[in-house]
């Protein structure tokens, strides 16, 4: 899913109208409400999760969310299964295989202050049966911001690790888990006959070890980790588990989530509170929230609240990002009794921190020039911890930016970053200025190569018009390189720019002639890193032909469209002779892509630089695939959804799920009214009792499943 500007800017317009109230808005039909709400949210979500780019506060987001829900109570009939609030934030990829959890993986619901965690008191009380003066202890403990898994342990072994995923199943890490110190590989759960747990808990890196990590990549010279939240969880993803010991991760667990003996029965009963459980887990040799300092079981919701605040204003000194608390009610017979919803438990809530906020003087502008030569302006700050990371420049992001906060050099500042990620400049303090601040002067010729700078209308950049600026082609070069381009292993920035001040590449062809046996003398490389560069480079030649049309770095040109183009070429200089309706006659490519991708074949110089690489081994004719992947038309489950569950025997999940795709089939990942087809495995759980309970969901087994493909 990918979004136009102008759509970007509308969903953005109307989300800020909807937290402002505004009436027209708010007096159209339900219906229309509904899919706006839906429409603005998925939206955000996508900047969040996919793009790591979020443009509103988590605080933002989740009014939204709360629209929606809220909307949602008053008309059950628009809850559909692809509702947002039907489901749990999904992070699963195909890298790392999927595993069901034995329990889902549920989220919380948030709060932002005193009245808000009163006003949850009084709900689970009227839940309860309670009286509103009686009192409901609470186990409070951090809220940590890192990444969430669930561990299992079998006879007293741990046997898997699983992310969250989509709540229901996640992507198994078992080797990374392994890798992290602080997980132990085996617990007696045995001497409580306990023979299979899950436990929950959330992967971390210390703020100081974040700033080591960082300090040494800036000395290598490679890419900076954004925030400690990033480095855990991309830790957990990591292919080589030794990397992952590397990061110094810690696993801190929060839930005793599932436990049972050889004979399947439950045996949390066996132990009745929250804390109690902590303190078992303690006991068996878990790094778990500390009593009295990381937690504390609370007699009321005031003493709740209190130690909440204590801990809101102590946060910057604790050596780990937390980006709020949590509540839950102690004892499990009353967190039974109160239940829970698809997406949260009812006895259980996020105390939010507020968004964390300094000041810093401003000190200068500097403009960064990119692969199309757009002029982004960066402030630097005089360095300044915010939420454990030292800050000392922040994207002011065009020359609007400026203006609109009137911002000037020399001008104090207010920054936050709001939930996480990326920092932003909420305002100047205008009070604070003694008159020596100086206006920011955009500047009207090219940092680079001193190219006047024109704007497009419509634009929010100012771009260098010069194709040829040596900063924009440095950026071509490293965009050429890069993973979604030709994907060239052990290629990074850092080395392009040595590269580039040895004189070896000046242009794209160059990356291949490079010669390896004088890369190999070159300090902090040697014999055998030159040679895997030259198995990385020989393999990206072969790449199929939408890589190289990606890596031209074309206006607009994304992934997605040079596919649509590859699909309908032998060779890529064939283009040269395509015109501008050729273009536009294929479904999806619009007017820009195709002036835009014409004008780059209209130039003979390109065609040159092409026809240089195709004479140095790089593949410019279509390969297989380049070719699109035809629809599915026919085949025994056609138009139909499955869903697998269990163990299956006779082949792994992810092939079970291509061959339902070949014969017909889309998956899906819960049981609904949504569901036609159910295959179970051996051990099928909760998922089985759900379709069975439907009565409309066909159940087979995997023999049948193999039976009827075929
Ligand atoms: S309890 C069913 N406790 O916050 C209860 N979660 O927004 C849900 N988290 O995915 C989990 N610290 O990754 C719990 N002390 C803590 C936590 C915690 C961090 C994360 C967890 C969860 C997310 C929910």
Redesign the pocket.
Known sequence: MTYSSPVQKELVNRSKAYLEGDAALLAQSPAIRNAQLREMIVFHEWRYYIHNDPVLSDFEYDQLYKMLEALEKDYPEFITADSPTQRVSSDVSNDFPTVPHLTP????ANSYNAEDLQEFDQQVKRMLNMAEDEDIVYAV?????GG?VALVYENDQLVRAAT?GNGQEGEEMTANARAIRSVPLSASFSDLNISKVEL?G?VLIRKDKFEAINKKRAAEGISLFANPRNTATGGLRMKDPREVADRNLEAFL??LGYATNDAGENKLDAIPTHYESLDLLEKLGFKV?IDGKERKLCKNIQEVIEFCTTWENGREAYAYEVDGM?V?VNDRTLQERAGHTSH??RW?I?YKFAAKQATTKLDAVEYQIGKIGSITPVAKVAPVSLAGVTISSISLHNEDFISEKDLRLGDTVLIERAGDVIPYIVKALDDLRDGSELPIVFPDKCPSCATPLIREEGEAAWRCPNYECPAQVLQRIIFHVSKPAMNIDGLGRSIVERFMEQGWVKTLPDIYRLEYDKIAQLEGFGPKSATNLRAAIDEAKQNPIYRLLHSLSIHHLGKKISKLLAAELEHVLQLKDWTYDDYVHIKDVGPTVAENVSAYFSDPANIAMLEELEALGVNLTATEADQPVAAVTEGPFLGKTILFTGKLLQMSRKEAQEKAVAAGAKNISAVSGNLDILVVGEKAGSKLKKAQALGTVKIMTEDEFLAQIG
């Open positions: 993986m549920l989220s919380l403990e951090p809220k940590f911001d969430s969250r929950r959330e929060y839930t929230p949590v839950k949260h438990p259980a996020a």
